[in-house]
């Protein structure tokens, strides 16, 4: 396990006294939350180095004294890696590499890293790989100390530094077959999901910032039980399952990967094709921690990387999870929002509501009521109804059941010949 000494970024303005300035909550939280990615990164953190200062420094991000500082910090103790929560310029990774005494990572890294720690499906290590080489490509230059050897440490897993080390253009090559290999996943995945658009079943994604308990709704409202986890980005492949909503229709219920701040872009472009879960979809529903002090912040990062999908114009749900969380006083005032959902997936409370939301929100195969006279011989058309529509009133005519239902176009459309006009 790595032992990082982590740089975390401020760059607001320092007091023009020079006295220090006390962190706001805002900044608090975002440090925490960069100390939660390199935990998930699985490192140890064994120091933090704070820096306020106007803007960046060209060559070191920090200053020359600021890189003696963490220079020192890294010697005593026994740090092997230097993680800042900035991007980093190739000239700035290269300066800081040649002045400290351990590698030195950037927030893009970092992210890119932890993706490859929970990359489980061949797709998803291909997507992973792609947007390492095509973050790694202009920065090979001085790259010695991660280069010159496979390694386990947080920023080394996958695609061979050796390669990268000694040859720029096999590692162009690669990356045009990883795209070439992609676009094959993209086109199976475009015909399963021509196949599924064949039969009228409305598609779902829950979207949201990563943590927010995405994959704990999704299991709450499927009961399937796919992976639940507090570290960040647990969830890479998208799961689908269907699910039946208040109105006996079924729906298709995709659970996506996390988004987080400053996403790297390469990850949104190599994830592109798993994300077409979410272009896809007939309903967005936003999954927000409640909890969260910076949620109105997570909110703007997600419905950025929505714009960048061409998804922002969807119909979108605002489901605020993790009320338990909260005070009895909070919780009573997100009630009182009628635009959001309030619900606590840990605790499978307001899943009602929300289902009934997304019954209203869809627009593709309607809910129709209609009125039948069935032959009691028809076996299967009455199973059929009653399984599947909400059978308002019913009454037996002699050998023939005559019913008034409600439910999805698609479904009564199959019994159009016993419609009662």
């Excluded at 970024?9 to 006294?17: H, I, M």
């Excluded at 496979?150 to 990356?175: C, F, K, M, Y």
């Excluded at 799961?239 to 996506?256: F, M």
Aim: aromatic residues 4%.
């Amino acid at each position: 396990m790595s032992r990082a000494a982590a740089q975390a970024r401020e760059l607001a303005a320092a007091p023009p006294d020079g006295r220090a300035r006390c962190m706001t909550s805002d900044e608090e939280s975002r440090l925490d939350e960069f100390r939660e990615l390199v935990t998930s990164a699985g490192a140890d953190i064994a120091a933090e180095v704070e820096q306020h200062r106007p803007r960046a420094d060209p060559a070191t991000l920090v200053g020359s004294g600021k890189v003696e500082e963490l220079t020192a910090t890294a010697a005593s103790t026994s740090a092997d890696l230097v993680v800042f929560d900035y991007d980093l310029t190739p000239t700035q990774l290269r300066n800081l590499e040649d002045a400290l005494p351990c590698r030195v990572i950037d927030r893009t890294q970092l992210i890119l890293d932890i993706f490859a720690r929970h990359a489980r499906t061949r797709e998803g290590q291909l997507q992973v790989e792609l947007a390492q080489l095509e973050y790694m490509l202009p920065r090979l230059t001085g790259r010695g100390k991660a280069m010159s050897q496979l390694g386990g440490g947080i920023g080394t897993r996958g695609p061979g530094e050796t390669q990268l080390e000694s040859d720029r253009r096999r590692i162009q090559r690669r990356v045009l077959h990883l795209r070439h290999e992609l676009e094959g996943v993209r086109r199976i995945r475009g015909q399963q999901r021509q196949r599924r658009e064949s039969v009228p079943v409305p598609a779902v994604a829950l979207v949201g910032y990563t943590n927010a308990g995405k994959s704990t709704l999704f299991n709450a409202l499927t009961g399937i039980g796919v992976l639940q986890s507090a570290r960040m980005f647990a969830t890479l492949d998208p799961k689908l399952s269907a699910i039946q909503l208040p109105s006996r229709r079924k729906v298709l219920l995709s659970d996506t990967v996390g988004f987080i701040r400053d996403l790297p872009h390469t990850l949104v472009t190599s994830f592109r094709a798993t994300l077409e879960e979410v272009r896809k979809a007939e309903v967005l529903v936003h999954v927000r921690d409640a909890s969260s002090p910076i949620r109105e912040e997570q909110k703007a990062e997600v419905e950025k990387v929505l714009g960048e999908l061409d998804a922002l114009s969807k119909p979108r749900l605002e489901v605020l999870n993790k009320v338990d969380l909260l005070s009895e006083e909070e919780r009573t005032g997100l009630r009182a929002n009628a635009g959001v959902i309030a619900i606590s997936a840990k605790e499978r409370t307001g899943l009602e509501a929300l289902l009934e939301r997304i019954d209203a929100e869809l627009v593709r195969d309607p809910i129709l009521e209609q009125e039948f006279r069935i032959p009691q011989s028809e076996g299967d058309a009455l199973a059929a109804l009653g399984a599947g529509a909400v059978i308002r009133e019913r009454q037996y005519e002699g050998n023939v059941v005559r019913m008034t239902v409600a439910g999805p176009a698609s479904l009564l459309g199959r019994y159009r010949r016993f419609r009662y006009r």
